[in-house]
Nanobody
Framework: QVQLEESGGGFVQAGGSLKLTCAAS????????MGWYRHAPGKERELVAN???????NYADSVKGRFTISRTSNKYGLFLQMNALKPEDTAVYYCNYRRAPYDYWGQGTQVTVSS
C-alpha cells in the first residue's frame, strides 16, 4: 500500500504562484509513474504533469512553461511548482502514483485562482 498526502493548495490571485507537495509513505517500490491530476467542477479529471520511470516529464499543454514537476530529494515525494496561475487553473489537485495495475491517490488539495 501507498499513502499519499497533498499540501500547499490555497487561494491566490491570477499571476501568482503556489507550490504543491505530495508526501508519500508505505511501499514505494515498483512505482513507475508519479503525477499530478486536477479536477475542476463540471470538467473531467485531467492529467497536469507526471514523471515516468527514467525521469521523463510530461505536461498538459495548458500548463507547459508555467508548471514544473519534480521529485523530493529522497525521491519518494513529489512537488508541483505552479507559476503564472490563471483562473482556469482552479481545481482540486490530486497526487497519483501508479504501480500497475494499481493507482494510488491522495485526498486532494484545493487551488483557487481569482481573476
Amino acid at each position: 500500500q501507498v499513502q499519499l498526502e497533498e499540501s500547499g493548495g490555497g487561494f491566490v490571485q491570477a499571476g501568482g504562484s503556489l507550490k504543491l507537495t505530495c508526501a508519500a509513505s508505505g511501499d514505494i517500490s515498483g512505482i513507475k509513474v508519479m503525477g499530478w491530476y486536477r479536477h475542476a467542477p463540471g470538467k473531467e479529471r485531467e492529467l497536469v504533469a507526471n514523471i515516468v520511470v527514467g525521469d521523463t516529464k510530461n505536461y498538459a499543454d495548458s500548463v507547459k512553461g508555467r508548471f514544473t514537476i519534480s521529485r523530493t530529494s529522497n525521491k519518494y515525494g513529489l512537488f508541483l511548482q505552479m507559476n503564472a496561475l490563471k483562473p482556469e487553473d482552479t481545481a482540486v489537485y490530486y497526487c497519483n502514483y501508479r504501480r500497475a495495475p494499481y493507482d494510488y491517490w491522495g485526498q486532494g488539495t484545493q487551488v483557487t485562482v481569482s481573476s
